[in-house]
């Protein structure tokens, strides 16, 4: 079956960095779009940085220059890296597999991990 399983996140504080990583068993890692969303209380599921099978990578408005995705497909996995961490940032973070083609679309997703921003 397919499995995300993220890792990395904890409690940074302030200006500090911390480097996600999601490993994906189960798909033809190199034939999906990877994403990095996240959710924080009380508000929605929103996307923080998404990268192509073509390594395309587009990220939301308020994290560039913060936040960088990258991919290893010889290991399946999927990394972003968080810099200049804001208190804002704290949330759940979620990986993303994202398929599709003109009849069928896939989408997977990870448990999530908690980053948490404070000092």
């Known amino acids: 079956q397919v499995q995300l399983v993220e890792s990395g996140g904890g409690l940074v504080q302030p200006g500090g960095s911390l480097r996600l990583s999601c490993a994906a068993s189960g798909i033809i890692f190199s034939t999906y779009a990877m994403g990095w969303y996240r959710q924080a209380p009380g508000k929605q599921r929103e996307l923080v940085a998404g990268?192509?099978?073509?390594?395309?990578?587009n990220y939301a408005d308020s994290l560039k220059g913060r936040f960088t995705i990258s991919r290893d497909n010889a290991k399946n996995t999927v990394y972003l890296q968080m810099n200049s961490l804001k208190p804002e940032d704290t949330a759940v973070y979620y990986c993303n597999a994202h398929w599709a083609s003109a009849w069928v679309t896939r989408d997977y997703w990870g448990q999530g991990t908690q980053v948490t921003v404070s000092s």
């Open positions: 990268i192509t099978s073509g390594m395309s990578t």
